[in-house]
């Protein structure tokens, strides 16, 4: 009996923070490091691929920069001044990439975790809520996406490509861009019944990867196709990057923040609202 | 107490190719109910890049008049059309010869089940060889369709170059094929080859711009690539630029790859399934 009552004093439950009192008992235990460190020592063994995510965005940078650029020349910028081609579309790559990590993690990954691997199940049956599941997931693909942008930021300052200290903003837009797009994946993936309809997931990202003006400025859209461009979410994160590189800062930055917002906002509420059925029935 | 009738096997052990058919056949049977979902990767796929590239991109080299030089003065939609075909082709022939075969072993074992009748293990490797042949073709037919209602491709050079890509497409699958027979794990070891292998080979291998526009580092890079070969041969079909010699280099090349793949397979596959 008295061995009981001398637990070390690590065992001790955690401090109660604030989060804890608002959420119900039992989402949320405060332990979503757990579930990060959890991420971080499975991906040693794929740690190849992990590697290897920072490669393609550079392989891109360099044939499409370089090859391209020495045909097409300057192409005009932001403020309608010429920029090398290379310049032009590096923070579109760098938006680009931010979207395809996020995407890939949250609707593949996601789904062979919650349907095949029942790792989500498992975690539950420990005292993790879904809350701690959710916000150490999100975390782990935040730092992930966060080492793939620093990596890529300093390959473009290396080449020369950026030119403003607003740059130093654009690793934090980079990894709210990622959020919004992760939090929009798995609201999404939390309806799909199998791989099948991830499909349609490639059939979102391939067109707005494409024709999100990465490649080649809005302005060779005839006006109508324009405003259709101006509606997908990777125009506004190609904008808001190629803004911040170049150092073309207007009031146009916060509209394209303001999307993000409202996306992150509304991928958040479905993505848990969906869990919660999902996990917890 | 009568005699014990000798009893007489009514199987009947098919010649060597029919055998490799049947395994053909098995996997159009599969493919006929699930076609759907190779429609966005094999087929939209090349016609979006080549709508980003040849009318996107293409009405900036245009107008700049750089391009010409190169082009030989055709439009950059033109000069894109083929190649695209072919990195299309190398695509398709990275899935199919990677996941699926590493399932077939590992997961599904399908593979297991057909050696365990009268089919060799040389043989079910051939089949599949010809149906990803078969898959290339289906796929490259569907894309030049599309294309030619575009009119970025015209003449019977576009049927040369169909032949083309699919030769280059199995050049790659081959070799391929005899690796992720080799594979044991899960196949994370795959996520690297498409990442190392075949996402470089598709931008260096002058598809979206002459080989001659890079460092001169990377330039002999491109010229094992089997895509970079194909590419020069389809394009040089395609425009009627083609030149004889280098033509022959370049078949050559694809054929010796082929080749060694095909042994390379039928060897992995043996040591696989007999073990």
Known sequence: MSAIRQMPPEAAPPRFGLLLRVLPPGLYAGRSRAVILRSSIASRSVWLAIFSGFFEPLFFLVAMGQGLGSLVGAVPGPDGQPLSYAAFIAPGLLAASAMNGAVYDATFGFFMKLKYAKLYDAMLATPLGPVDIAVGEIGWALIRGGMYATGFLTVMLALGLISSPWALLALPAALFVAFAFAALGMAATSFMRSWHDFDLVQLAVLPMFLFSATFFPLSVYPPALQWLVQAFPLYHAVALMRGLTTGVVGASMLGHLAYFVVMAAFGTVVASRRLRFLLLR | ?275
């Open chain 2, 1 to 275: 107490m009568t005699a014990v009738e000798a009893v007489r096997c009514t199987g009947r052990v098919l010649p060597g190719w029919r055998t490799a058919l049947l395994v053909v056949e098995e996997r159009w049977f599969w493919y006929r109910r699930n076609w759907r979902a190779t429609a966005i990767s094999s087929l939209l796929q090349p016609l979006l890049f080549l709508v980003a590239f040849g009318v996107g991109f293409g009405s900036l080299i245009d107008a700049g008049g750089r391009a010409v030089q190169f082009t030989g003065g055709v439009s950059y939609l033109v000069y894109l059309a083929p190649a695209l075909l072919v990195i299309g082709a190398v695509q398709t022939a990275a899935f199919e010869s990677t996941y699926p075969i590493l399932s077939a072993f590992k997961w599904q074992r399908t593979y297991w089940a057909v050696t365990a009748t009268p089919v060799t293990s040389g043989q079910l490797a051939g089949g599949q060889l010809t149906w990803i042949a078969l898959r290339l073709t289906l796929s490259a037919a569907a894309y030049l369709l599309v294309v030619t209602l575009f009119g970025a491709m015209q003449g019977l050079g576009i049927l040369v170059a169909l032949v083309c890509a699919v030769l280059c497409g199995m050049a790659f699958s081959a070799p391929l094929v005899a690796f992720s027979a080799s594979q044991e794990g899960e196949g994370t070891v795959f996520a690297a080859v498409f990442r190392f292998v075949v996402v470089p080979m598709t931008l260096f291998s002058g598809t979206f711009f002459p080989i001659s526009q890079l460092p001169g580092l990377i330039q002999p890079l491109a010229w094992i690539s089997p895509l970079w070969h194909g590419t020069e041969l389809a394009r040089g079909a395609a425009l009627g630029t083609v030149a004889l010699w280098p033509a022959v280099g370049h078949v050559a090349y694809l054929s010796a790859l082929l080749l060694v793949g095909v042994l390379l397979s039928r060897w992995r596959f043996r040591v696989r399934l007999t073990q």
